[in-house]
């Protein structure tokens, strides 16, 4: 969808241009609590144009994403999930439901992924070096956001360090920060072109792996010493 097409209409022949630098974007809320020894997560998803048109294509229901998240042992609760404008192309597509997992607990410390496997475990970029310009189909934007509820009992123990990145191939931007019993973690990345030179590939190399180092950083809670 990058370059021009020809549109040929009443006689008349026009190129244009396919892609006009809007971008597309996917913005994910969380919602992540402790009870009964679980982690409960409740997930809100809202994409636009090209992110909206792979979600729809998926065509999301109650089995199929059960069957998609049961690969990393999340257990979704099956009345919790909500597809909206489906079949509406102008709308934001909207995905919403709920799942349990196990949390990691290791010397009385409970670890909590912010973003439970919804970054990329391993860097999309795989090449040592490259030849040809690297087409990213069209410019896209990625944001998350989850808030955590520290159960009773625990308090914060440590906490990832933020890192902003902004220049005019990409950006990336990830805060942390508390209030209370709530710890509030962001991520946003951001590929700002549709086509990016060869020489330019070690940089979006090095930009992604950032971007996955941070997305599988975790939050480590701790038991309050009485």
């Known amino acids: 969808i990058n370059g021009k097409g020809l549109i040929v209409r009443n006689g008349k022949v ?10 597309s974007q996917t ?28 979600f729809r294509n998926r065509n999301f229901n109650a089995d199929t994403l059960k069957k998609e998240l049961a690969s990393n042992d999340y257990k979704v609760v099956g009345s919790t999930i909500s597809v909206r404008n489906q079949n ?10 709920s799942f349990n997992v196990q949390p990691k607990i290791s010397d009385n410390k409970i670890f909590v992924s ?3 496997s919804k970054i990329l475990k391993n860097n999309i970029f795989t090449q ?7 087409d990213m189909i069209y410019p896209d934007k990625k944001e ?38 709530k710890i509030t973690v962001t991520l946003k990345y951001y590929f700002k072109q ?19 180092k941070k997305g599988n950083e975790t939050i480590g809670l701790s038991k309050k010493v009485r």
């Open 128 to 134: 040592d070096k490259r030849t040809i310009p690297v």
């Open 27 to 54: 913005i994910t809320k969380n919602d992540i609590s402790l009870q009964n020894g679980n982690l409960t997560v409740n997930v809100e998803k809202s994409a636009t144009k090209y992110d909206a048109l792979q």
């Open 144 to 181: 998350f956001s989850t808030t955590i509820t520290i159960p009773s009992g625990y308090q914060l123990d440590t906490l990832p360090k933020p890192l902003v990145i902004d220049n005019p191939m990409f950006q990336l931007e990830y805060q942390t920060s508390q209030n209370g019993n």
């Open 88 to 97: 509406l192309n102008n709308n934001p597509f909207k995905l919403k439901y």
């Open 194 to 212: 549709a086509t990016y030179l060869a020489s330019d590939y070690l940089q979006l190399k090095s930009f992604f792996a950032q971007v996955v």
């Open 114 to 116: 912010p973003f439970y």
């Open 14 to 23: 026009n190129w244009v241009q396919l892609n006009k630098g809007t971008f």
